[in-house]
Nanobody, 126 residues
Framework: QLQLVESGGDLVQPGGSLRLSCAAS????????IGWFRQAPGKEREGVSC????????IYADSVKGRFTISRDNAKNTVYLHMNSLKPEDTAVYYC???????????????????WGQGTQVTVSS
């Protein structure tokens, strides 16, 4: 059974840091581009970042550039999202997803992703 499990979400003060993990089971991530998305209450799901299967190419939403870093450890079958200088507007449920192999280049459109995790809550508040 293919499964993605996110972890690492928490309540953190503004300016704080978190590291989210996306672990796969039932398949190996090393052949796929992996994306991170987030969805705040009442808002559409938005792309945050993506890393290509080799780990050599990444993209970031403008709102997180310079603060978030995506990385992957194929040996651990895990992708990470390192989040620094967190702001209240970063509050959301964060999801990782596997991009369809139809697309070779990382994208930020949810419709291009086939498999999703259940999400992990990140709350930034004082």
């Amino acid at each position: 059974q293919l499964q993605l499990v996110e972890s690492g979400g928490d309540l953190v003060q503004p300016g704080g840091s978190l590291r989210l993990s996306c672990a796969a089971s039932g398949f190996t991530l090393d052949s796929y581009n992996i994306g991170w998305f987030r969805q705040a209450p009442g808002k559409e799901r938005e792309g945050v970042s993506c890393i290509n299967w080799r780990g050599r190419s990444t993209i970031y939403a403008d709102s997180v550039k310079g603060r978030f870093t995506i990385s992957r450890d194929n040996a651990k079958n895990t992708v990470y999202l390192h989040m620094n200088s967190l702001k209240p507007e970063d509050t959301a449920v964060y999801y990782c997803a596997v991009q369809s192999t139809t697309w070779s280049v990382c994208g930020d459109t949810p419709g291009r992703y086939d498999y999703w995790g259940q999400g992990t809550q990140v709350t930034v508040s004082s």
